[in-house]
């Protein structure tokens, strides 16, 4: 899989020609598209409530409407008690009215004016899709009061309707809470805004199975997948010697801070690095070995700051940020590293990103295959403004890379990704645990462990962003969200490493039969 092929961010423009051309190119119908899809969304509606048959579908005129009503047929045809409710006596689709004629053999529906909302089962919203593109004017924005004063659990197919698909939603605007949301076929941008949570419930992409082609040829952020990063893997040698598995320089820490390096380190090795040298201040050193002890260390003549490194050290890649303060004597530090290792691959974290933010010369000297992990706070540093609203995100991490010539992270849920040469991923992997101290120390260390093993810096960011969120949802698996720490995430990530690339990191070599007799 090519960075091409995976899914785009798709607005409504693309998902019609996106439909058009997986018609044509696979040679079947919008109506069997539409069969397609609703299938998935029926698979997923029974994974999500396998004991419910009951079920309320309230259908739209459009082909959101038509994906309801094909669905409420598959439900029905189960043996379900289904109710549908649909436009009567006003234009419909041509899929809706297709479809429409087939479910009125086998389950007549009602008018969506005589909508009542339901006491038991589950609701399926297949009002409006992406074609929605201003408030919901009456009758529709008072059904969609009436489908959120339903006692039981909505699910929306591909978007809440009253949901505005390319643009903030608008206050007092209707718009349907759901509880779950079946994105069909690309993710859609509202989808992913912090301040549509509230409508949007718990998201799920479901693929159906648009023409890769034509994918190739949709412009625009791509959704980070898998598969793409297994493609991107570097096995090991079973030769390989330490020096081989890369050299780390970590630099950072500060009085009172020498935690951020401590979980830094520890990630860093846990995701493969071989070697790691840390330059902390002299007050740290102590306990920073105690609790890494495979690491080595290089003391800062100053006891509460790093203030200058005293010896050239062999790196591969470094990494300067964690704990590290803002000292004059730190600063300029900062812009030594960056002359004497501008050939090195680095990550810039934390109080690196806020010393770099403040110095404009310091922005000068950024070797070129530099990786920045901002968080919000961090990021409007950067570049001069406070972000209003999370859909101009993509767009920001956009404008930045380019013009300080480095990746940048944009931190947060769907975390952003981008290059200098504008390709840019969104990160699906994580969750609201990971909002804790020590997070971002964890993330810079895998990261910064990826360059040191040889990855490309856009590479090793979106890997160590996917790998980081990943082992955050397998530590949560067995606890509370809110008890996550930087250390669960830490032990989590031999586990996540071998989720994402399967079957390779293991050295050892296959016997056969023949060799075994």
């Known amino acids: 899989m090519n960075f091409n092929e995976l899914l785009p961010l798709a607005n409504a423009d693309d998902i019609r020609r996106l439909d058009r051309l997986t018609c044509e190119r696979q040679g079947i119908s919008s109506l069997q598209l539409m069969e397609r899809a609703a299938t998935r969304c029926t698979a997923k509606l029974l994974a999500l409530y396998p004991n419910n048959h009951y079920w309320t579908v309230v259908a739209g005129a459009g082909n959101n409407g038509g994906d309801g009503l094909v669905i409420a047929r598959q439900l029905f045809m189960r043996g379900d008690s289904v109710q549908v409710y649909r436009p009567h006596n006003r234009p419909c689709s041509a899929d809706h009215a297709a479809n429409a004629i087939r479910l009125e053999r086998l389950l007549p529906s009602t008018d969506l004016t005589a909508f009542t909302p339901p006491t038991r089962g589950v609701l399926i919203d297949a009002l409006f899709g992406v074609g929605s593109n201003r408030p919901l004017a009456e009758p529709y924005a008072s059904l969609v009061a009436a489908i959120n004063r339903a006692p039981v659990p909505v699910v929306a197919i591909d978007l809440p309707s009253g949901l505005q698909a390319e643009q903030p939603q608008m206050p007092d605007s209707a718009a349907v809470h759901a509880t779950h949301t079946l994105c069909l076929g690309c993710p859609k941008a509202t989808l992913l805004w912090a301040e549509h949570e509230s409508y949007v419930g718990s998201l799920h992409l479901l693929p159906i ?29 079973r030769f390989a010697h330490k020096g081989d598995a890369g050299r780390l320089l970590l630099v950072a820490g500060s009085r009172g801070m020498t935690g951020a390096a401590v979980m830094a380190a520890q990630a860093a090795l846990r995701s493969g690095c071989g070697l790691l040298t840390a330059h902390l201040p002299a007050a740290c050193s102590d306990a920073f070995h105690a609790q890494v002890m495979e690491a080595m260390s290089d003391a800062d003549p100053q006891p509460d700051h790093n203030s200058r490194l005293t010896r050239d050290i062999a790196a591969d890649a470094l990494l300067l940020g964690c704990g590290l303060g803002t000292h004059a004597d730190t600063a300029a530090l900062l812009h030594d590293i960056a002359e004497r290792y501008r050939e090195r691959p680095m990550v810039w974290d934390a109080d690196a990103l806020n010393l770099l933010a403040a110095d404009p010369a310091l922005q000068r000297k950024l070797p070129p295959a530099s990786v920045l992990t901002p968080h919000p706070g961090e990021f409007a540093r950067l570049i001069g403004r406070k972000l209003t609203h999370d859909s101009e995100r993509i767009d920001a991490a956009r404008e930045l890379a380019p013009r300080l010539g480095a990746v940048v992270v944009l931190k947060g849920k769907y975390s952003i990704i981008s290059a200098p040469n504008g390709d840019t991923l969104i990160n699906p992997s994580g969750n609201a645990g990971l909002a804790k101290g020590g997070s971002g120390d964890v993330l810079a260390g895998i990261i910064a462990a990826l360059l040191a093993q040889g990855y490309a810096p856009f590479t090793a960011a979106a890997i160590g962003t996917y790998l980081h969120g990943l082992a955050a949802d397998i530590a949560v698996a067995d606890m509370f969200a809110n008890s996550l720490t930087a250390r669960d995430v830490i032990a989590a990530i031999p586990t996540a490493l071998q989720q994402l690339f399967p079957n390779k990191y293991s050295d050892t070599p296959k016997v056969s039969d023949k060799a075994r007799r």
């Open 209 to 237: 199975d648009l023409d890769r082609a034509a994918i190739s040829e949709t412009p625009g952020a791509r959704w980070l997948e898998p598969a793409w990063l297994r493609a991107q893997y570097r096995p090991r040698r």
